[in-house]
């Protein structure tokens, strides 16, 4: 195995992880036991260091797999998994442009200013929006794996 493949899979792993452990885990424990004065600059604190991550993770996901395309003949002789995969990553890509430099921002900016429902409405659609990323992510992977 290569170190790329290693890095590539590292990297997706982190991400799609990362977005399952905070929809299942981090999000129900903290609606559970704070209050949203504590909840919501939690989850801010939480989602943007998270961000930071996916940053790095995408950068390396792409990276590592134009680099495995092209040393495996390039696009044109991929099978049609890696196709799936492609655009599926890019529109995942996409949705977390839009959430960390859309909604994230908005939602930091209302826990500031201690706005908790604006800030809980801005959660609510970035959770609605980790969620699509995280079955497409497991969709992806699934395909890929299949194909």
């Not at 919501?40 to 390396?60: C, Q």
Request: charged content about 10%; overall charge positive; some cysteine.
């Amino acid at each position: 195995m290569s170190v790329s493949l290693v890095l590539h899979l590292l990297a997706a792993m982190l991400w799609i992880g990362g977005m399952a452990f905070a929809h299942f885990a981090l999000r129900p424990a903290a609606i559970a036991t704070l209050a949203p004065p504590q909840r919501l600059p939690l989850m801010s604190a939480a989602i943007g260091r998270f961000f930071r991550m996916v940053m790095g993770a995408v950068v390396v996901l792409l990276a590592t797999g134009l680099h495995l395309v092209f040393a495996h003949g390039g696009f044109a002789a991929a099978r049609p998994g890696i196709h799936i995969m492609y655009t599926g990553a890019l529109v995942m890509i996409v949705i977390f442009g839009y959430i960390a430099h859309g909604c994230y921002p908005k939602m930091r900016r209302h826990v500031e200013a201690q706005e908790w429902p604006a800030a809980a409405a801005r959660l609510d659609t970035i959770r609605k929006l980790v969620l699509a990323n995280l079955v497409l992510g497991v969709l992806i992977v699934t395909v890929v794996k299949l194909m």
